[in-house]
């Protein structure tokens, strides 16, 4: 079963636009969430990570919400631009390392010109 | 240049023939894992390892293999493969995280695999 579940699996934005993805996790343990960005050819790179003691973070045009009660987090991109576009994975583990990543499905952003 | 290295990047093989994905990182990192990413199913973890000769399966094991000899190699064994282990795998390593600090995991640029 999918512990960390990432919708929608496509999303198509204009540029400037606001990009939007959302997950929702099952296990009540996790207690980390970060956020990878993955462009075609390469690995998953870190972009942004929350932890459930903080509602929001912010780190330039990309910010995580988190709604512990709600079990749910999302991704939003703020005047998005066509160098944005990638794969975004959410993931989520128990602990203050990286070794047991729980990732989402995944969704491939495009930002149109 | 700190990074993690998979070699071969693309690999073709048939059902059977036994292969290893070697994979090494250059940071001194603790923790070394191996996933593979699947369309609709995003990134799955295959084992991992918290230090040498320390390892432990993740979510979809069977049919893998891994050794930690050293800190800094991490091989993927497939004894016996089959045409459903056909996926692009990545090869991760991390640091031991503080509390409070940021688990970071540095990925490689992944191995595709088709077993035929």
């Known amino acids: 079963q999918q512990q960390v579940k990432q919708s929608p699996q496509s999303l198509i934005v204009q540029k400037g636009g606001i990009s939007i993805i959302n997950c929702a996790y099952e296990n009540t343990a996790f207690d980390y969430f970060p956020w990878y960005q993955q462009f075609p050819g390469k690995g998953p790179a870190l972009l942004i990570a929350i932890r459930p003691d903080v509602s929001e973070k912010k780190e330039g045009r990309f910010t995580i919400s988190f709604n512990k009660s709600a079990k749910q987090f999302s991704l939003h991109i703020m005047d998005s631009q066509p160098g944005d576009s990638a794969t975004y994975f959410c993931?989520?583990?128990?602990?203050?390392?990286?070794?047991?990543?729980?990732f989402g499905q995944g969704t491939r952003l495009t930002i149109n010109p | 240049e700190a990074q993690v290295t998979q070699n071969p990047r693309y690999l073709i093989t048939v059902t059977g023939k036994k292969l290893t994905v070697t994979c090494s990182q250059n940071?001194?990192?603790?923790?070394m894992s191996w996933y593979r990413q699947d369309p609709g199913l995003g990134l799955r973890q295959i084992y991992y390892s918290m230090n040498v000769e320390v390892t432990d399966k993740g979510d979809v094991p069977e049919g893998y293999k891994v050794s930690r000899k050293e800190k800094r190699n991490f091989p993927l064994i497939l004894e016996s493969p089959s045409p459903n282990q056909t996926s692009l795998y990545f090869c991760?390593?991390?640091?031991?995280?503080?509390?409070?600090?940021?688990?970071?995991?540095?990925f490689g640029q992944g191995t595709r695999l088709t077993v035929v």
């Open positions: 991760a390593s991390s640091l031991y995280a503080r509390p409070g600090g940021v688990g970071e995991a540095f």
């Open positions: 940071m001194n990192h603790e923790y």
């Open positions: 993931a989520a583990s128990i602990g203050w390392g990286a070794q047991k990543l729980v």
